[in-house]
């Protein structure tokens, strides 16, 4: 079965990056786009990334637009985020999750998130 | 960005009784909906896309309706796992956008 497993989470100072990763299993990871999800702490889910099955197109909530950057390595199934100049308001568990082979598809699956803390 | 709305924000309910979360979109979405369950703690999980399918492996007592602009998740007999949060989601254009979440608690 699909099995998504994000790491590289921890506590960042404001300004700082940081770098998400998301093993993907079960699936044929280069068929389908993937995206990233966040939560603040308490709050609701937040869509932030998707790229597409074979990384020719991102697109990016526009929170993190020219912040953060969507991309993977199809040759090791790995998702990645990279988080620059973040935001006290960045703080969250980050989702990864996979959608369908078009880029308007839902999500259907996901992983269990990663905590990202933002503070000096 | 298309905004979505849900109501109610949270409410209580028994267990056997009949609920029904509402959303709404900002524009016109066709059925690029989906519906997400989610219990403290742990990751979202699809309950319903294109408005209306039921995923594979989610109880019948669960469905969705709607298209264009207002769609509605029923419950037809809440059961004690039922409790938790739901989110709809447009899925008509980026950037994706969810709604603000219902928490249906027991009363």
């Known amino acids: 079965q699909v099995k998504l497993v994000e790491s590289g989470g921890g506590v960042v100072q404001p300004g700082g990056s940081l770098t998400l990763s998301c093993a993907a299993s079960?699936?044929?990871?280069?068929?389908?786009?993937m995206h990233w999800v966040r939560q603040a702490p308490g709050k609701g889910l937040e869509w932030v990334a998707f790229?597409?099955?074979?990384?020719?197109?991102?697109y990016y909530a526009d929170s993190v637009e020219g912040r953060f950057t969507i991309s993977r390595d199809n040759s090791k199934n790995i998702l990645y985020l990279q988080m620059n100049v973040l935001r006290p308001e960045d703080r969250g568990l980050f989702y990864c999750?996979?959608?369908?082979?078009?880029?308007?598809?839902?999500?259907?699956?996901w992983g269990q998130g990663n905590l990202v803390t933002v503070s000096s | 960005a298309i905004r979505m709305t849900q109501s109610p924000s949270s409410f209580s309910a028994s267990t056997g009784d009949r609920i029904t979360i509402t959303c709404r979109a900002s524009?016109?979405?066709?059925?690029?909906l989906a519906w997400y369950q989610q219990k403290p703690g742990k990751a979202p999980q699809l309950l319903i896309y294109?408005?209306?399918t039921l995923q594979s492996g989610v109880p019948s007592r669960f469905s969705g309706s709607g298209s264009g602009t207002d769609f509605t998740l029923t419950i037809s007999c809440l059961q004690s796992e039922d409790f938790a949060s739901y989110y709809c989601?447009?899925?008509?254009?980026?950037?994706?956008?969810f709604g603000p979440g219902s928490k249906v608690d027991i009363k």
């Open positions: 999750a996979k959608g369908g082979r078009l880029e308007t598809s839902n999500i259907d699956s």
């Open positions: 079960g699936f044929i990871f280069n068929y389908f786009g």
């Open positions: 790229i597409s099955y074979d990384g020719s197109k991102t």
């Open positions: 524009q016109g979405i066709g059925s690029y």
């Open positions: 294109a408005a209306s």
């Open positions: 989601q447009q899925y008509y254009s980026y950037p994706f956008t």
